[in-house]
């Protein structure tokens, strides 16, 4: 009987839908949850503690344009404003886990630069604040451009790292939730005192020779010492049907079936242009277990 490694493909695992809002829906574990406001209010909860704390407890640090009361009231707004960064970085590494999911390197990148433009326009708004809790009237431009530069060389630093903090606490968190087949879904060879990491999306087909097993990949083809029945279980999470004993085949790149002159069985063609093996036993499940691969 045909076997397919668990059904349930990475295409199949992406069908979920964004809305104009930005929210995950339907049943993807990756949904930002009700209690996590919880974990957004921590970082900007203690940062007000302690700043409310010093603006009660030494009188020359209050604003002079407004009562301590309005003061206090004003940071607690700004503060409140922060809450909002975990959810945007959640729904970036989660866009971006939809969209590349292999790509660590590109997820990264997105995060930083969004969270440099939050920082830059987080600080923005401090100066604002600041500017009309202690100047004068009559400031302008010039005077924010210049406070602008006071603010970020004297908190940008400091924010960073609480943004830091709290998008690695986010990432590790989404990647820990993720179903196990999103997060296996790149195979590992040691071979010529390398250790090669490609995508499952990389491997067309897996032939069992003896001890050993033929991994053929867009980079040749490569030698491990595993039985079938050891690939098959490390592979769960992709494309991969079982076509033969001695064959497992990513479905994603079958161009097409044919019978064999003999009579014998069949060969899958493969987008790499070479021919595997698919016994007549395994034909018409196989050919069910194909129509399931995205």
């Known amino acids: 009987m045909t076997k397919k490694v668990d059904q349930p493909t990475l295409a199949a695992n992406r069908q979920t839908e964004i809305k104009s809002g930005g929210q995950v829906t339907g049943s993807d574990i990756r949904t930002w949850q009700p209690y996590y406001w919880a974990f957004a209010g921590v970082i900007p909860f203690i940062f007000y503690a302690f700043d409310a704390a010093m603006r009660a407890s030494y009188p020359e640090t209050q604003a002079p344009n407004v009562s301590l009361t309005a003061q206090l ?58 500017r009309y809790l202690y100047s004068s009237p009559g400031w302008g431009v010039r005077e924010l451009i210049y406070s602008y530069g006071e603010v970020c060389l004297g908190n940008a630093a400091i924010w960073l790292m609480a943004y830091a903090v709290a998008a690695a606490i986010i990432i590790f968190r989404i990647f820990s939730i993720l179903p196990k087949d999103e997060q296996q879904r790149r195979y590992e060879v040691r071979q010529n005192g390398k250790i090669w990491s490609f995508p499952f999306d990389e491997i067309f087909w897996i032939k069992a020779a003896g001890n050993y097993a033929e991994l053929h990949t867009v980079r040749g083809v490569m030698l491990v010492r595993k039985s079938l029945t050891q690939i098959v279980a490390e592979v769960a999470g992709g494309s991969f049907i079982q076509s033969h004993r001695s064959a497992l085949i990513n479905g994603a790149h079958v161009v097409a079936i044919k019978r064999q002159s003999d009579g014998s069985g069949y060969l899958v063609e493969l987008s790499n242009d070479e021919f595997a093996p698919l016994s007549r036993r395994n034909h018409s499940d196989f050919r069910e277990a194909l129509r399931s691969v995205q």
């Open 73 to 130: 009231l004003i940071m607690f707004g700004f503060y409140a404003i922060w809450m909002a960064v975990p959810r945007l970085v959640w729904e970036i590494t989660t866009r971006s886990i939809l969209q590349d999911a292999d790509d660590l390197e590109k997820l990264l990148a997105r995060v930083a630069v969004a969270g440099g433009l939050l920082c830059a326009g987080h600080l923005l708004i401090l100066t604002i604040i600041l």
